[in-house]
């Protein structure tokens, strides 16, 4: 029988923590404060090892982590390199491998690891029957696993996939994929992000007078269709606000010089943001070898009550249902005409605005989601007896 929650044992005199012991592995490139905001809760049941390698792309991380480092990391212009790290990305096309993994797994009793093609879960799926722990998956790729893949590529992704107990998916598009690949879709649960909706709440809402303020944050990139955005409210009578970073600020600036834009804020303070805002847009569009998997801006929005514009493409309408609005990717004449009918509505907006808020609660809750990974993970745990 596993211990309860939070349950110690004291041996010859010494304390000990015998909770199920857990490893979290993370990339830090992808490793998120707000990922972290409802995996944290499952420290008080398990005893949690998040472990990562490489530098954070998605801001700091204000919780304990276990960082791993190529033995030949350098810092050079405020960058870590490493030249072994390049080649196993580059040339052995092995993104993510986390060095010296093994000894960290030993006493583990489940791994989660990541999507089915990162090499951590490579690494994790060779491990399993020498440790004995049970191995899952973290699993958001919407498109086709095994396509444009070497041979050696797709082995090694099956022989993971063949390893694997059970798989979170962040939508069902995700979970056909892993299907698709030849995975047990009764292994499969689908798992959304969670945020606290206390804090993206509607409280301290900014009374906005004059134009209808139309917000967009995260990151300036190609797949993320700004550009439609500017195009569509060029002749509207709005107040276009952008919050985030990236490779095409500088375009997007000189293509809506009028537009309000807002560096990137610490996670912690990031619902500060949708109270300035009377209208979220999410206009992505279908870019090579990416489209959105899930939209995390979206469930912050929807529990910030407010009124939503988005693209059907990716998992964007699985995230949000009839919850928002939904155009055409790449289409500006319609998100013109549709954030224009919201200008003149408020009270269809305030009725999305509801209903979004409302969705969010029943469904994105960190500790929704944090219960639900502790049902599947106390039933693998049993399941070793």
Same mark, same amino acid.
């Given at each position: ?77 405020? &960058? ?53 722990? &049970? ?248 399941? &070793?007896?």
């Amino acid at each position: 029988m596993h211990p309860s929650r939070g349950e110690r044992t004291v041996r010859g005199g010494e304390e000990r923590d015998v909770r199920p012991r857990v490893a979290y592995l993370r990339p830090w490139q992808t490793l998120s404060d707000y990922e972290m905001g409802y995996v944290m809760l499952l420290g008080e049941e398990f005893d949690l090892d998040v472990i990562t390698v490489g530098e954070p792309a998605l801001g700091g991380i204000s919780y304990p982590v276990r960082k791993c480092v190529w033995p030949d990391t350098v810092t050079l212009g405020g &960058r870590e390199r490493s030249l072994l790290n390049a080649f196993y990305s580059r040339v052995l096309k092995r993104r993510y491998h986390i060095p010296g993994l093994e000894p960290l797994l030993r006493k583990a009793e489940i791994v989660q690891g990541g999507e089915a093609a990162s090499e951590h879960s490579y690494q994790a799926a060779r491990l399993k029957e020498r440790y004995g722990f &049970r191995l899952l998956l973290s699993a958001s790729e919407n498109l086709p696993l095994l396509e444009s893949r070497s041979p050696r590529e797709r082995d090694r992704i099956l022989f993971t996939l063949s390893k694997v107990d059970h798989a979170f998916c962040i939508s069902r598009l995700a979970a056909d994929r892993l299907v698709e690949a030849g995975f047990d879709e009764s292994a499969v649960s689908l798992l959304g992000h969670g945020i606290d909706c206390e804090r993206f709440s509607l409280s301290g809402r900014k009374a906005t007078s004059g134009l209808l303020r139309v917000g967009y944050c995260g990151r300036f990139t190609p797949e993320k269709g700004l550009p439609v955005l500017i195009e569509a409210a060029r002749s509207l009578p709005v107040k276009l606000v952008f919050q985030g970073a990236g490779p095409l600020e500088q375009d997007l600036k000189r293509a809506a010089p009028q537009a309000q834009f807002l560096p990137p804020r610490p996670y912690r303070e990031n619902h500060l943001f949708y109270k300035t805002i009377d209208l979220f847009v999410l206009p992505s569009i279908e870019y090579p070898g990416l489209t959105e998997q899930f939209g995390f801006v979206l469930i912050e929005a929807m529990a910030s009550g407010l009124p939503i514009v988005a693209s059907r493409v990716g998992g964007i309408p699985e995230v949000v249902d009839d919850a928002a609005v939904l155009v055409p990717p790449n289409d500006p004449e319609t998100l013109r005409a549709e954030i224009a009918r919201l200008a003149n509505d408020r009270a269809e907006r305030e009725r999305l605005g509801r209903k979004g808020r409302e969705r969010a609660l029943r469904l994105f809750r960190r500790e929704f989601v944090a219960e639900r990974m502790r049902k599947v993970y106390r039933k693998l745990l049993s399941e &070793r007896k």
